[in-house]
């Protein structure tokens, strides 16, 4: 019996607080597959300024899968330099392709390097992990999914140690692999916060106990609401800043994905013109878009009165995939108390984290219906999760020397 619908078939949580509840999990099919990708060196592009291309990258490995599995869902992790997915054996062979022509699109027209990798989840098993899942609804046009049981963490591991880099690594191609990135959009300008600070932060428990885990978890949430109020209050995207951009430089990425070098010209000046064409038609598309928000106008199946409503409903701007994430909007004052607090744990041997501020947040978004399936991956501009991580693993490195 075939498991492609296992994640797709999964009932979903309602409650972000639910995730600290281990009976909500469920074990991952053996015969599936951990794709991991990030970028090697992405803090010499993030402080080059290049941080919307490392964010660019990680979510086209993502679109690249999804396009791949049409008739039933994937789970995924949006990391800010890279991602996590969790593919049944069905799509093993395309999935292989489509990371690879994401590695070669990252080389090639960003001069990044995207490391991909695939563990079977039987592999996780044998040496001693689980890899467990649940699936979270955030809107009615996107579910979540959640991890925990540190499974994906040690295949996350395995990917990254040279020592397996043959075991696990995909090799450059021989031939010139094909991927399907439609869906994949950069179209919004910056969004400044609303309370003044943009804080990345990440959260890991340093125990092997799953229930006290679970219970360190609950008690930061509760910990981070004490501070930083309701959703309403700390949701890092406000509508009002929520707005489309007509910067050629920032649209010329997505135009770059879309039509990338030898994609369907054997020229280079074929190509450019491609990418020229493109992004005369994202720049329309937007002036089109901003006066149809404007205008509340409803046009063929698009109600764009109601689009930011359906955007912002469909953020992933908190997650948990064995490290709690979060982008949240706040100021100083919140971020100070915030960091006592997490720190005051972090002596105490309960966690590890890290943070990252910045005065305002970028989006990179997967569209697949204008009025429905979307999702909407959320970072802090100038650095985000991917040096949040950095300085997590500071602490980690100097927790493991104490100890």
Excluded at 278 to 305: C, H, P, Q
């Amino acid at each position: 019996m075939s498991s492609d619908y296992f994640y797709s078939e999964l009932p979903a949580l309602a409650d972000f607080l639910e995730i600290t509840n281990s009976s909500n999990y469920v074990s991952v099919p053996p015969d599936w597959q951990v794709i991991v990708t990030d970028i090697v060196g992405s803090t010499k592009a993030i402080e080059s300024g290049r941080y919307k291309e490392v964010n660019l990258i990680g979510a086209c490995s993502i679109v690249a899968i999804l396009n791949i599995a049409k008739n039933f869902e994937v789970p995924f992790v949006f990391g800010g330099d890279g991602a996590s997915l969790l593919i049944p054996p069905s799509l093993l062979r395309e999935t292989k392709q489509a990371l690879l022509a994401t590695k070669i699109l990252a080389k090639q027209e960003f001069k990044l390097d995207l490391r991909v990798g695939i563990v079977p989840v039987s592999a996780v098993n044998k040496n001693g992990y689980h890899l467990k899942i649940a699936k979270l609804k955030i809107s009615e046009h996107y579910h979540q999914a959640v991890f925990n049981s540190y499974g994906l963490t040690h295949a996350t591991d395995l990917v990254k140690n040279p020592d397996y880099a043959d075991i696990y690594l995909i090799k450059d191609p021989e031939d010139q692999p094909k991927a399907d990135f439609s869906g994949l959009e950069c179209r919004w300008q910056d969004i400044p916060s609303q309370r003044g600070e943009i804080v990345s932060f990440l959260v890991f428990a340093t125990t092997d106990e799953e229930k006290k885990g679970n219970y360190i978890y609950r008690e930061v949430l509760n910990e981070f609401r004490k501070i930083y109020g309701q959703e309403i209050d700390f949701h890092p995207i406000p509508i009002a800043n929520l707005k489309l951009s007509f910067d050629e430089r920032k649209l010329m990425q997505e135009a770059k994905v879309r039509f990338p070098k030898g994609s369907q010209s054997e020229s280079p000046v074929g190509n450019w013109l491609q990418q020229q064409w493109y992004l005369s038609k994202i720049k329309l598309e937007n002036y089109l878009g901003a006066f149809s928000m404007n205008l509340n106008l409803k046009v063929r199946d698009t109600d764009w009165g109601e689009y930011k409503n359906i955007f912002l409903d469909s953020t992933d701007y908190k997650k948990f995939d064995d490290i709690l994430r979060m982008v949240i909007a706040g100021n100083s004052e919140q971020r100070q108390q915030l960091t006592k607090y997490l720190e005051s744990q972090y002596q105490a041997g309960k966690l590890v984290y890290g943070l990252h501020n910045s005065d305002r947040a970028i989006v990179t978004c997967l569209v697949f219906e204008r009025n429905g399936r979307q999702v909407h991956f959320v970072d802090g501009a100038d650095g985000g999760y991917a040096l949040a991580a950095k300085a997590m693993k500071k602490r980690m490195l100097a927790l493991n020397y104490q100890e």
